[in-house]
């Protein structure tokens, strides 16, 4: 009589993708309050430059999104983009170019870039994998 003996060999492969915390400089200002007044609040300065990048609607939605604001609507607009109307849910980016840090309007929330690490996109991902047999 013959014996005969079998190996099984399982292979698991893991793959997990991670986001490192985001850390920004963005600024969720009050109603009808300045860029200027909320970056000094937080003894930052205005990083005009970077607020007139946000000339998206998926980056006027990233940025709303680090602060949970949710965007019914996103709208192009010269000033004071960018920002969040909340009374409607709706997002603004900037068309123009031209906004300023003084710029205030009333019910309205602006997004200020307060330093150098304002990001208008998700930071890249780090995908592991491991496979183990």
């Known amino acids: 009589?013959?014996?005969?003996t079998t190996t099984t060999t399982t292979?698991?492969?893991?793959?997990?993708?991670?986001?490192?915390?985001?850390?920004?400089?963005?600024?969720?200002?009050?109603n009808?309050?300045?860029?200027?007044?909320?970056?000094?609040?937080?003894?930052g300065t205005?990083?005009?430059?970077?607020?007139?990048?946000?000339?998206?609607?998926a980056e006027a939605?990233?940025?709303?999104?680090?602060?949970?604001?949710?965007?019914?609507?996103v709208y192009g607009e010269s000033n004071p983009a960018p920002g969040w109307l909340g009374s409607f849910f709706y997002c603004f980016y900037n068309n123009a170019g031209s906004s300023t840090c003084s710029q205030?309007?009333?019910d309205f929330k602006r997004f200020c870039c307060c330093g150098s690490n304002c990001p208008t996109s998700d930071p890249a991902q780090t995908t592991t994998t491991t496979t183990t047999t």
Do not use: K
């Not at 200027?36 to 937080?42: G, H, I, N, P």
């Not at 205005?46 to 609607?57: R, Y």
């Open 104 to 106: 205030s309007l009333n």
């Open 1 to 4: 009589q013959r014996t005969i």
């Open 61 to 73: 939605s990233f940025v709303a999104g680090m602060f949970s604001l949710p965007c019914n609507e």
């Open 32 to 43: 009808g309050v300045s860029c200027d007044m909320t970056c000094a609040a937080v003894s």
């Open 46 to 57: 205005c990083m005009l430059d970077a607020m007139n990048a946000v000339d998206t609607a």
């Open 11 to 30: 292979t698991t492969t893991t793959t997990t993708t991670t986001r490192s915390a985001l850390s920004t400089d963005w600024v969720y200002a009050m």
